[in-house]
T-cell receptor, first 109, second 113 residues
Framework: LAKTTQPISMDSYEGQEVNITCSHN???????ITWYQQFPSQGPRFIIQ???TKVTNEVASLFIPADRKSSTLSLPRVSLSDTAVYYC??????????FGTGTRLLVSP | KAGVTQTPRYLIKTRGQQVTLSCSPI?????VSWYQQTPGQGLQFLFE???????NKGNFPGRFSGRQFSNSRSEMNVSTLELGDSALYLC????????????FGSGTRLTVV
């Protein structure tokens, strides 16, 4: 299971775009990159998943360069309700998720 | 459709007691995993079940055990509770192979006194 490195915390203001980068130098060929969001006292919520290039859904975009050694979660026009911890996970299987320390995003008015 | 349901939401137990937590996965999901979350250690994998079989286990002592029933519902048990077992216990389910988007429940907050 590839180890991931993310910034511990980030600050932003409402309406701004936030980009959280995750480093995963030892990603394996079959590994996918998945991002989760977690609010206090709740379980993590799946945000987005990708393998290469760019993936976009209704809440976020995921950018993955060709070497796949990093990925960037992009949150467009954040609001106060986006204040949460964001986890980047790398792995091929669904049997075990390995969470890092995550990035604590604080969105201010 | 209903999400992952964990019961109870809150629990207070005394050291030395045992506890059983319950998880009902999303209908049709056959894989159920359990995680422990503490401020110091973060989110840690406990075990994963698929079709009533434990397929993967995290690095926890034998006091932590689990099982899965034929309807995919799962329980985890912690015996001889210690103060350090105080945590948020999370259950997650996924449909099966090829689907990496886990759905987590809201968790059971266990406090050991």
């Amino acid at each position: 299971l590839a180890k991931t490195t993310q910034p511990i915390s980030m600050d932003s203001y409402e309406g701004q775009e936030v980009n959280i980068t995750c480093s995963h130098n030892n990603i394996a060929t079959n590994d996918y990159i998945t991002w989760y969001q977690q609010f206090p006292s709740q379980g993590p919520r799946f945000i987005i998943q990708g393998y290469k290039t760019k993936v976009t859904n209704e809440v976020a975009s995921l950018f993955i360069p060709a070497d796949r050694k990093s990925s960037t979660l992009s949150l467009p026009r954040v609001s106060l309700s986006d204040t949460a911890v964001y986890y980047c996970l790398v792995g091929e299987g669904f049997q075990k998720l390995v969470f890092g320390t995550g990035t604590r995003l604080l969105v201010s008015p | 459709k209903a999400g992952v349901t964990q019961t109870p939401r809150y629990l207070i137990k005394t050291r030395g007691q045992q506890v059983t937590l319950s998880c009902s996965p999303i209908s049709g999901h056959r894989s159920v995993s359990w995680y422990q979350q503490t401020p110091g250690q973060g989110l840690q994998f406990l075990f994963e079940y698929f079709s009533e079989t434990q397929r993967n286990k995290g690095n926890f002592p034998g006091r932590f055990s689990g099982r899965q029933f034929s309807n995919s519902r799962s329980e985890m048990n912690v015996s001889t509770l210690e103060l350090g077992d105080s945590a948020l216990y999370l259950c997650a389910s996924v449909a099966g192979q090829g689907n990496y988007g886990y759905t987590f429940g809201s968790g059971t907050r266990l406090t050991v006194v």
